[in-house]
């Protein structure tokens, strides 16, 4: 597995943001909300979820907006829209480095930036990607390289109380057996990601104890 | 209105469940049944290939444009194919003019992938000339009445107009750089897999909707898509977020799948059957 590092409340102006990085790729998301919502977006019964993407290089293409919304339907599912109605929750994602991972990433980056807001949250999730080699071994968290001589690259969003699947993404031929595996291999890996935002959270909120 | 009318405008949920408690919709489908599919291909003549498919009331037309282009210098002996999906505003009063929406972006993502991942064409197969020339497959895909489920009517008519594709023999002459291309439309493309999509609709724990309409949709919470190739085996799988699910649920979306896989391509082989004895 690579290396995860991550900073909290990284932008001053954000509700809540932050910088993670699973490799050598790295995200940046920004959290605004819940607040203002223009009429035309607005929602009588719920919040209306925003979530924008923008690359390290190059326009915006039908990559980035399929992935904008895969993580809206994702972070849809997960926070208590029905506690904000007639508001907007708006995340912001900006690609800084990319090493393949920028899915996972991203979503990661999405969920600690949604707890440091403290938007409220039915339960946690997190991404894990995942390559079948040729010779059907499973790679957690591959690098670029390591992607392009695979079979398939698998990734999964897990919610955090039973790992059981937000989202599912797949590049390449997966039969039933291997998607099995992977999706297992995953789950094993996602424990080790929630930890991980376990501790960027206690040592977030030590440093405020500190303080006071 | 009728007061069932009445109830359906103005409470739309409550009427849907009741339905899905007698385990039906309100189309009188049972939770797992799919609808009827109808194929035509050859529907636009001006394209090299193209089809037509009805899921239900779901209308989807594809059209594929076949244009020279120089290969991309990474990868210099390898051609292009570009699915690109748009709604059309006359498809659903949700759908409105201007650029692509989401539903309309993510699927275009979702036929890249599965072209991709499935292997249906082989990049190389489509270069005429290293460096120099290469076929460039504009897939279009156009839903003119949408009614549920733009996955699998998208990916059946962009299969079927595949197959029936026919492209003009083209020749290079080095010396004089002169390129020639024949007057009839002769080559077909050599498919090399024909995958099939099943989309389920996912409205709440335990209870799972197969090709779901435009109002299973809306009131489910989320789609999952797999797709299988036509030995039946899963080729790959697309949740894009949606409530979450067991594991073990995707199975079973495989076993129903698989009956869908041979149905779908035996209809795509008669169509192309009866279009080769007729013409």
Redesign the interface.
Known sequence: MSKHACELNFLSRSDGSALYSIGNTVALASVNGPGEVKKFNRLYNRAYLEVSYSPSTGQSMIGERALESVITRTVEQVILVHLHPRTAVNVTIQEMQSDGLELSTSVNAACLSLLDAGVQMKSTFAAVTCCLTPSSTILIEPTAAEMKESVAVATFVLDGQALNVLSAHQEGCLNAENFNACLKACQTAAKDVFNFYRQALEKKYHTCNEIS | MTSLETWKTFEPESYYKSFLEKNKRPDGRGLMKVRPITIKIGTVTTAEGSSTVRVGHTTVMCGIKAEIATPALRNPDEGFIVPNVELYPCSSPKIKMGPPG?KA??T???L??VL????VLDLKDLCIVPNKLAWCLYCDVACINYDGNLYDAALTAIMAALQNVRLPVVSYDAENDKTSVASERTLPLMIKAKPVSSTFTIYSDGIQLMDPTAEDESQG??E?VVVL?ENG???????????????NI??DF?KLAKKRVKVVNNLIDRVLTERMDTS
Do not use: A, R, W, Y
Not at chain 2, 116 to 119: E, I, N, P, Y
Not at chain 2, 233 to 247: A, D, E, F, R, V
């Open positions: 989401e972006m993510g275009s993502q979702f890249k992938n991709h991942s499935s292997g919470s989320g999952v190739l085996s899963l080729c790959t799988t697309h949740k894009p977020g949606g409530q979450l699910i067991l594991p995707l199975d495989v």
